[in-house]
């Protein structure tokens, strides 16, 4: 497995500003996503993260909003632009390992008011 | 559209009993199938991943693919209460750019002391 942190845990933030959650594994891997999880319900993907390309975007989210770097095989930052409370919610980091495995982080618990 | 479904529960059994999740799949080409448990207010992580038709035990876990039948199934015995969480079955399917998972909406297990 992998041990994964992201930062930061929770925050409260105000619409129209801009968040950005880091995301730090303790060994290189290739392949990272980013989720997303409301309350209650299962994971969204957001967009896939590898190193050395452009982020992969799911259906309906879009780079403007969401942002994505990957700048090593170590960590990925995701940026919640413009926020709104709609984005209320919690931020999943995953990373892909063996035989396609995810392992994910603790998650950032976003809310906007 | 590749889907996996569960049942969301939630399902309750008492202590001692043998708890069965079951997750069906739309696709046929789909090849790897994991079982993730979410305790509440915490990010998934993998219990079991199953690749061929069949049975897979680890410890109390058991993990049963039919390919044919496109179901997924996580047996639990002798559920504890600590066994109370949701289940996120999740398949890897094939997608534009390379393979994708797919996960479900989650069952939700409650084990009575």
């Known amino acids: 497995s992998a041990v994964i942190s992201q930062k930061p845990s929770r925050d409260i933030c105000q619409r129209g500003t801009s968040l950005t959650i880091q995301c730090q594994v303790d060994s290189q891997v290739t392949m990272m996503f980013w989720y997303r999880q409301q309350p209650g319900q299962s994971l969204t993907l957001i967009a896939t993260?590898?190193?050395?390309?452009?982020?992969?975007?799911e259906s309906g989210f879009v780079i403007d909003k969401f942002p994505i770097s990957r700048p090593n095989l170590t960590f990925s930052t995701l940026t919640v632009s413009n926020m709104s409370p709609e984005d209320s919610s919690i931020y999943l980091c995953?990373?892909?390992?063996?035989?396609?495995?995810?392992?994910f982080g603790p998650g950032t618990r976003l809310t906007v008011t | 559209q590749k889907e996996v479904e569960q049942n969301s529960g939630p399902l309750s059994v008492p202590e001692g009993a043998i708890a069965s999740l079951n997750c069906t799949y739309s696709d046929r080409g789909s090849q790897s199938f994991f079982w993730y448990r979410q305790y509440s207010g915490k990010s998934p992580e993998l219990i079991m991943s199953?690749?061929?038709?069949g049975d897979k035990e680890d410890g109390r876990f058991t993990a049963q693919l039919n390919k044919a039948s496109q179901y997924v199934s996580l047996l639990i015995r002798d559920s504890q209460p600590s066994d109370s969480a949701t289940y996120l079955c999740a398949g890897l399917s094939r997608s534009s750019g390379g393979f994708k998972t797919i996960f479900g909406a989650g069952t939700r297990l409650f084990v009575k002391a």
């Open positions: 995953s990373v892909e390992l063996n035989d396609y495995e995810q392992y």
């Open positions: 993260a590898n190193q050395g390309s452009e982020a992969t975007y």
């Open positions: 199953i690749y061929s038709n």
